[in-house]
């Protein structure tokens, strides 16, 4: 019965995906966990949770379900709606404190980006340990005594993930047009169904092989696009010949509707990826910068980096931004070092302070002008 | 007053917040907040929970008292700073990041006044119950809590009519912030059983905001 609540629940949520869905905080018991069980903290995004639960399946562990906003755990740290107040109201009043003899709690990774672990532990006596990215790999963690491989701590876009993106776009895209084409070209309203879900799944599962376009320094949208729209059209008019409805009128219709989808997925292709930076992000641009005199080289931006941008100098004790081509300005390293050595930084040199990005996070919301 | 759910919208721009929130309540909260804070003396230490803006902190401070000022969000904290360094007051209030969790560290007894100006409608349940609990425990005794913030009109037809215009906005809202507010319910008798004397209850014409002043008596009628 569980399952049959997951897989409904699933489903629904990756087709509502793009919709804030949350469900109660507080503290769940996982197994029978003990005095010294880890306790871990998530999101109240109602799938997010399920899939936690799913995970930890046979574990003993305390998970705590902070105020995400019902949102998941990147996008709300990364747009400051979960925040180290989130943690702390959870922490504080959860009753969690009787509970365990330690004060170790473990975040996901990617909430790097928004939580604060320095005042964490300044304000309730809690030290953060960041947890592995994806939750597939957190029983690996603890077998391995709670360490991070750096293969967790990278963010990865697996087929099934690319499946529920797709999933995401083309529901509510699909649902678009049917409602418009069901007014003005009603025999068309079905069929427009298959069309944008055939392209966006075949957009979406053929993402590694134009990945290596979508890298900086290539106009990559407008080649993404040309070549599926080519690639739809093709498939259009392959169609059309086998079923004898080979008119200029349905290849531009169908054109039409193709175009429009692809407009759609490729506007912002990078922005529905984990490992490219969106084209309408502020931060486009902005690069990170170690300052070699505050830097301690011990190593939590290496930690909380999904993309695995930095190295170590052991001898310097010193961390280099060896991989900048990586970096997606999430801004985890900035907001988690303790000695403020990061910053970001333009193309002119302008400096936005480390303070800034804590309090603004991910988008600056215009808040942000470098004065030139 | 459906329409302060709105409010969730304004705070993603703190520096409209004050402006929407105007428009949004045709000056009626302004009105509100001006009337709850007669009970502010000179002197008095008070504790502003989830200041926002400041719209409380400022009017208690105007009237001379020594003020704390929290809130969890950075960015209404920072309009409220340059509000009261504008309105030079700026050396009676101490503004400080931290939400209604972390009160447990403030020492027992400290306040003579709690205000809480349209906060307690954004809390979880429990949030609430320990915000509750722990005003109690941190006013001096006889000390006030002060509460300006949406409620359940108490008439059926018109909590049914307030119900319908509300759960309008709350999808929109939510469908924009991903975020809402829970109107209170039966205040009155929540912060009764905490120890309070509830000194004066009035409501807007709508019945869905509340003003309240409740004093603390304390638990314990020894106290």
Avoid at chain 1, 4 to 18: D, G, N, P, Q, S
């Amino acid at each position: 019965m569980n399952r049959v609540k997951y897989v409904f629940f699933y489903l629904l949520e990756t087709i509502l995906r793009f919709l804030p869905l949350p469900q109660k905080t507080g503290l769940i018991k996982i197994g029978h966990p003990n005095k010294n069980s880890p306790v871990l903290v998530t999101g109240n995004y109602h799938l997010t949770v399920l899939k936690v639960l799913r995970a930890l399946k046979g574990q003993n562990v305390f998970l705590l379900v902070a105020n995400s906003r019902g949102i998941n755990v990147w996008c709300a740290a990364a747009g400051g709606h979960f925040t180290f107040h989130d943690v702390i109201s959870a922490l504080k009043l959860s009753n969690i404190e009787s509970l365990v003899d330690h004060r170790e709690v473990i975040l996901p990774q990617l909430a790097a980006c928004g939580i604060e672990a320095k005042v964490i532990h300044q304000r309730t006596g809690w030290n953060v340990k960041w947890g592995p990215v994806h939750i597939k790999d957190f029983l690996a963690y603890l077998e391995i005594g709670q360490q991070k491989s750096i293969d967790m701590s990278i963010v990865r876009f697996p087929m099934q993930d690319r499946l529920e993106m797709s999933i995401a776009w083309a529901s509510w895209m699909s649902a678009v047009f049917f409602f418009v084409l069901w007014i003005f070209k009603r025999e068309a309203a079905v069929p427009a169904i298959f069309v944008v879900w055939l392209l966006t799944l075949f957009v979406f599962s053929a993402f590694p092989v134009y990945l290596p376009l979508l890298r900086p320094g290539v106009k990559k949208r407008l080649i993404f696009m040309v070549s599926f729209l080519f690639l739809a059209l093709a498939g259009l008019g392959i169609f059309s010949l086998l079923t004898s409805h080979f008119t200029a009128h349905f290849l531009l219709f169908w054109g039409i509707i193709s175009f429009i989808t692809v407009l759609l997925l490729g506007g912002d292709i990078a922005g529905s990826t984990p490992f490219l930076i969106s084209e309408f992000r502020e931060e486009k641009g902005l690069q990170i910068e170690v300052d070699s005199k505050k830097c301690r080289g011990d190593g939590i931006c290496m930690n909380a980096c999904p993309l695995d941008c930095f190295i170590l100098d052991k001898q310097k004790q010193l961390v280099i931004f060896e991989r900048p081509e990586k970096c997606i300005c999430c801004g985890a390293c900035v907001v988690q070092c303790q000695f403020d050595a990061l910053s970001y930084v333009d193309y002119k040199g302008h400096r936005v302070p480390p303070d800034f990005i804590r309090r603004h996070k991910v988008g600056f919301s215009g808040k942000w002008k470098p004065r030139y | 007053m459906s329409t302060l759910l709105l409010m969730k919208l304004f705070e993603t721009t703190p520096n409209r917040y004050d402006r929407g929130i105007r428009l949004l309540t045709g000056g009626q909260l302004d009105n509100f907040y001006d009337r709850v804070i007669v009970h502010v003396k000179e002197g008095d230490r008070v504790l502003d929970i989830g200041c926002g803006t400041g719209a409380l902190t400022l009017r208690a401070a105007k009237k001379r008292a020594i003020v704390k000022a929290i809130d969890i969000n950075p960015r209404m904290l920072d309009v409220a700073r340059a509000k009261a360094k504008k309105a030079d007051f700026s050396q009676n209030i101490e503004f400080v990041e931290m939400g209604v969790a972390e009160l447990g560290n403030e020492p027992d007894q400290t306040y003579d006044v709690v205000l809480c100006g349209l906060c307690l409608s954004e809390l979880s349940k429990k949030e609430l119950d320990f915000a509750v609990n722990e005003v109690s425990r941190i006013l001096k005794p006889k000390g006030l809590f002060l509460v300006i913030d949406e409620t359940r009109p108490q008439r059926f037809l018109r909590r049914l009519l307030q119900g319908f215009f509300r759960s309008i906005f709350k999808l929109f809202v939510f469908l924009f912030s991903g975020t809402t507010t829970r109107a209170l319910k039966n205040f009155q008798d929540r912060i009764e059983k905490a120890g309070f004397e509830v000194v004066s209850f009035q409501l807007n014409k709508s019945q869905n905001l509340l003003e309240l002043a409740a004093r603390k008596i304390g638990i314990n009628p020894d106290e």
